[in-house]
Each structure stands twice: as structure tokens, then as C-alpha cells.
């Protein structure tokens, strides 16, 4: 089966929200169009428990953008976003959401951050999605969403490593660019691993 990942089209993504993406709200339509394609759709959802310890809140005298050691791995310290049961959090309204098979959540333990919709950041501890995935016998995914420099990046390479045939719809993910070149770098790098690139 060829399933599509939607990765975390939510609110605090969007302009407007807490760690906006720009031009993040165009994914929604594209993810539209796509959804109907695909007999399986999961989206991803990151699920931070307040007091994140990706949040810079949480570490004094550090800024947002500051990257440290976080239980022995590199950590950006971002602003506070998609906290559980909060309005940002929540999957974007426009989404056709009706049509989303699963929805799983990921970053939902304070002292890791996980960037992809399969594993947390160490890959310490699995999201469930890979099972999901494997218990429907999917061999091939698509993959679109925010942000392409960061959890969709880590995504399709968790795809790849997962042994899944993974595919990325360009048009369908904005990514966040913090530092200039970094969503090239990481559309190069997913080609390198084997990610076709729509």
C-alpha cells in the first residue's frame, strides 16, 4: 500500500503562530488536492507537554535560535509551540481532516524533541508510526508538510531508513531556512538518501 504523510500542518506553524513557517498555510490546499489519492493518510502532530526542554523559556539566559546540549544531543532552543490541547496545536481547519486515517503525536516527552513523525530525536523511543504503517502493509510513502528543513526532512529520512520507497511533494512544504541554504541542503540530503523528489 502507498500511503501519504501529512507532517504537522497545525496552527503554530502558520503565519500567525508560534514558530511560523513562512508561507506555511499554502501546504493546506496542496495537502487537499493530494489527500484523495491515497487510500491511507496519517498526519503527524507535535504534542509538547508545557515546559518542553526544547523551549528557550525553559533554560535562562539562553535565547531562541541557541542550540545546546540537551541529555547528549544537539538542541535548537525554540520559542514555546503546539503544547497539548492548545489552539496552536491543534491541525490546521482547512485541512480535510475527515480523511486522515491516523493522527499520530510526537515530541510528548519533555527532556527529547523529535523532529520526525517515526522516532523522537535520540531514536530512543518510536512514535508508533512505523507499526501503524507496517501492521497495513504500506511499502511506499508520500510525504509532505512543514517544516522541509526540519521535521519533514527527518521524516522522509526515518521513511528511507524504514525501509519504505519515500517520495516528497516539494510544493506541498515550506520550510523554515534559519540559517540561509538550510532548506536546500536538506532537500539535497533526502535526494542523497534516496527520497524522490516530486
Request: hydrophobic content about 40%; glycine content about 10%; some cysteine.
Amino acid at each position: 500500500m502507498h500511503a501519504l504523510i501529512l507532517v504537522d500542518l497545525q496552527y503554530d506553524f502558520m503565519p500567525g503562530g508560534a514558530l511560523a513557517v513562512p508561507g506555511g498555510d499554502d501546504v493546506v490546499e496542496v495537502a487537499n488536492q493530494w489527500i484523495p489519492k491515497f487510500e491511507l493518510v496519517v498526519a503527524t502532530q507535535d504534542w509538547h507537554p508545557p515546559g518542553h526542554l526544547s523551549f528557550a523559556s525553559q533554560h535562562p539566559h539562553r535565547e531562541i535560535g541557541e542550540q545546546i546540549d540537551l541529555n547528549g544531543l544537539e538542541q535548537i532552543l525554540w520559542p514555546e509551540h503546539c503544547i497539548q490541547g492548545s489552539p496552536g496545536a491543534e491541525l490546521h481547519a482547512d485541512l480535510d481532516q475527515e480523511q486522515i486515517d491516523a493522527v499520530i503525536p510526537k515530541g510528548t516527552d519533555t527532556s527529547i524533541d523529535s523532529y520526525s513523525g517515526f522516532f523522537d530525536n535520540g531514536h530512543r523511543q518510536a512514535t508508533g508510526l512505523g507499526d501503524y504503517l507496517n501492521e497495513r502493509n504500506v511499502s511506499e510513502v508520500t510525504i509532505m508538510g512543514l517544516a522541509t528543513d526540519y521535521c519533514v526532512k527527518f521524516t522522509a529520512l526515518d521513511a528511507v531508513r524504514h525501509g519504505l520507497k519515500t517520495n516528497l511533494v516539494q510544493a506541498g512544504c515550506r520550510g523554515v531556512d534559519l540559517n540561509e541554504g538550510d532548506i536546500q541542503r536538506a532537500l539535497q540530503e533526502m535526494q542523497a538518501a534516496g527520497v524522490a523528489l516530486i
